[in-house]
């Protein structure tokens, strides 16, 4: 079964899945930057929850790094962008340890 990459010479590769996330992480960042409507404290917390529910359930226990939104003072950061970064360089790297480790298991 192979797994369909969205992918240039000058795009890093990237599954559906790691876009699609990709996407909502930004958004979910770039919607508290442009709405000054959403630092009202309630509006806010709740896009912040809504964030991190979603970083939680998409990336497990690195997902808890989103928790950082809901200080105050940490919305200027785009603390879901962030996320996902670690989330991502994560599992590229362990995903070349696992696939080194099945090539030694050959030789």
């Known amino acids: 079964m ?3 990459t969205l992918s240039a010479p000058w795009l890093i ?3 559906w899945d790691e876009l699609v996330t990709i996407l909502v992480c930004l958004s979910l960042d770039i919607v508290e930057y442009i709405l000054p409507v959403l630092m009202v404290p309630l509006a806010g917390d709740v896009i ?3 964030g991190v529910v979603f970083c939680v359930f998409s990336f497990g ?3 808890l790094i989103s928790l950082f939104e809901v200080i ?3 919305d200027v950061l785009p603390i879901f962008t962030v996320t996902w970064l670690v989330w991502y360089i994560l599992k590229r790297r362990n995903s070349r340890i696992k696939i ?3 090539l030694e298991r050959w030789r």
Do not use: C, H, I, T
């Open 2 to 4: 192979s797994v369909k």
């Open 13 to 15: 590769r990237l599954n």
């Open 48 to 50: 912040d929850l809504v």
């Open 61 to 63: 226990w690195l997902g």
């Open 72 to 74: 105050p003072g940490f």
């Open 100 to 102: 080194e480790n099945e």
